[in-house]
């Protein structure tokens, strides 16, 4: 049988290793799965990604960015929800005792295609139904249990009776956090953004894929607070941009297919539900296809009522297709005000805006100033308690307190209490506002996943001078190394000239490598691997008409340029502004 790859996504890892994309890491002690180093290539593409999405999503829309630890304490994650939710599902072998995520089990040996949705009985049911096997030993896994195993991260903060705390699972929490002191640097005016790109923890039950489900990775965030009443965005920027759509409804059709239509006619008909949700899937799919990903393999799919987060009233993922299989590689979710109502309810700060009026209002308020002398023989120790409860009944239901005596409820138990003694009262008072909690509306991008979009579909074979080559055709803004510069031939008059024009490129801000080693053919094809767009070869001419050799990746074309034109003509074809068949 051969060893040699069969699918594009085996022989991207074997390059990828090979040419310093990516590699699992501690290698020398085993390696542990869920966890990868970048290399010096894929570093410096990750790097120019992360470069191009805050150009675009915090530079581009006038937004903040700011970089909050990866490690908080327990209260925040209690607050956010994550401790109690944060779940995957979970099964173990009963022989070998290796956990298997059962979602997964069942999404790649039955025709389910979203599990993840399912509840746990169901999908117990599925797993008997379909007599699935364990993938480590081919043992049948039939009425063992599915469990939630939550994917936090827990750590300790300090020595001693240390404080408990995790590793963030979304940079998310961050932002949320911080908005008392965010929103004083956006001057209290809505709306307003808040972008980080950071590192995010998850213990995952089974990574797979290589670097498209690991246990850390990188996230690129957006949260935008808005007034829900007030806040719309313009879509005229992106009323005409085409997208292909994979909505709820036909997912769930026995014929369901992806829509094509343009951003402006879903949010008319209703298939994207929110404007802000279509204004940000706009942008994006001009972004992705700026930064080389196939808009012939690129979708966005709704999620399903099953999937989509409680507090979420619409929610889309990005997905690209990578050997016959369909990856997240962004989420766009409108979270309404949840994160930062359950902060405020958590924590002793205001996680609100005061929105101001355009004219004061006269309006009529109900309040409570209960006999204190009466409650507090009557009450005890509970006697505030029951202060709290008579001012949130005249706040919610005043004519609670039409009667002779008022109803409230403490540790189920029902006392009524005499209206005269609560003090009831209704007052008009003119304001000038009110306090709101914002909505946000989220774009989360995975990096390692679009690095590795970027790189599957840049993947290329074909045959140069009767030699099968492979290459990557990675767009010139964000290639890693932009340009190799070559000596012919191992000289020192020509290695002189060419380190020379290495180090005048760099100058200019261009990412540039030397080599000097090998033939002229294999240095060319060694960066055709890496994805370099252009070389340049300094050769015996050079030295006499101050000319090299360009040569394009892609076609392998050559075209003869003048030293001291190299640096803008480079810059400029970096910059798309140039196009190297029109090179003269």
């Not at 997905?319 to 409108?334: L, P, Q, R, T, V």
């Not at 000038?432 to 590795?452: C, K, M, Q, T, W």
């Amino acid at each position: 049988m051969s060893d040699e790859p069969t699918n594009t996504s085996e022989k991207l890892v074997e390059l990828a290793k090979r040419r310093g994309y990516f590699f699992q890491s501690a290698g020398a002690y085993g390696g542990v799965g869920g966890f990868y180093t970048f290399g010096p290539q894929g570093a410096a593409l990750k790097g120019n990604l992360e470069d191009a999405w805050r150009e675009r999503y915090a530079v581009g829309e006038g937004h903040m960015e700011i970089d909050a630890p990866t490690i908080m304490p327990e209260p925040v994650f209690e607050a956010s929800g994550h401790l109690e939710g944060f779940d995957d599902m979970l099964i173990e072998c009963p022989d070998c005792g290796q956990s298997h995520r059962a979602d997964h089990l069942v999404e790649d040996n039955t025709e389910y295609e979203d599990a993840e949705s399912l509840p746990i009985p169901e999908v117990e049911e599925i797993v008997a139904e379909y007599e699935l096997v364990c993938p480590s030993c081919g043992a049948g896994l039939a009425g063992v249990a599915v469990e939630n195993f939550n994917l936090m991260f827990a750590t300790n903060i300090g020595p001693g009776d240390s404080q408990p705390g995790y590793m963030r699972p979304e940079t998310a929490q961050g932002i949320f956090v911080e908005f008392p002191r965010l929103k004083e640097y956006a001057r209290n005016q809505l709306p307003f953004g808040v972008t980080q790109i950071g590192r995010a923890y998850r213990n995952e039950i089974s990574p797979r894929r290589s670097i498209i489900r690991t246990r850390e990775f990188t996230q690129a965030e957006l949260e935008l607070f808005l007034d829900p009443e007030e806040d719309e965005p313009d879509l005229s920027a992106v009323a005409d941009v085409a997208v292909t759509l994979y909505p709820a409804s036909e997912q769930q059709a026995d014929d369901g297919t992806t829509v094509e239509t343009t951003i402006g006619e879903a949010v008319d008909d209703g298939t994207i539900a929110d404007p802000w949700i279509g204004y940000f899937l706009g942008i994006s799919q001009e972004w992705y296809e700026s930064v080389g990903v196939d808009m012939d393999r690129f979708r966005f799919r709704q999620h399903l009522s099953g999937e989509r987060a409680h507090y979420a009233s619409d929610c889309w993922d990005a997905e690209s297709e990578i050997d016959g299989n369909w990856i997240e590689i962004a989420g766009f979710a409108h979270r309404g005000n949840y994160d930062l109502s359950k902060h405020q309810a958590h924590s002793d700060e205001r996680f609100t805006i005061f929105k101001q009026y355009d004219e004061p209002k006269t309006v009529e308020r109900a309040t409570v100033d209960p006999d204190m002398s009466y409650l507090g023989p009557e009450f005890g120790g509970d006697a505030g308690t029951v202060v709290e409860k008579l001012e949130e009944l005249a706040e919610r239901d005043r004519a609670a307190f039409d009667g002779d005596t008022v109803e409230i409820d403490l540790e189920g138990e029902t006392h009524e209490i005499p209206v005269e003694r609560c003090g009831f009262s209704v007052d008009e008072e003119t304001i000038a506002g009110e306090h709101i909690v914002p909505n946000v509306v989220e774009p989360s991008f995975g990096v390692d996943r679009l690095v590795y979009t970027v790189l599957h579909h840049a993947y290329r074979e074909d045959e140069v001078d009767g030699e099968e080559r492979t290459y990557l055709e990675l767009d010139p803004e964000v290639a890693p190394t932009f340009v190799g510069v070559f000596p012919l031939q191992s000289d020192d008059d020509l290695e002189r000239e060419a380190q020379a024009i290495a180090a005048e490129l760099r100058a200019e801000g261009l990412s540039v490598t030397y080599d000097d080693s090998g033939n002229i053919g294999r240095r060319y094809r060694r960066q055709d691997e890496v994805g370099t767009p252009f070389c340049v070869t300094v050769d015996y001419e050079s030295l006499d008409d101050e000319a090299v050799t360009v040569r394009e990746r892609d076609s392998t074309a050559q075209k003869r340029l003048p030293i001291d034109e190299l640096p803008e003509t480079l810059a400029a074809l970096r910059a798309g502004d140039l196009a190297f068949d029109d090179l003269e």
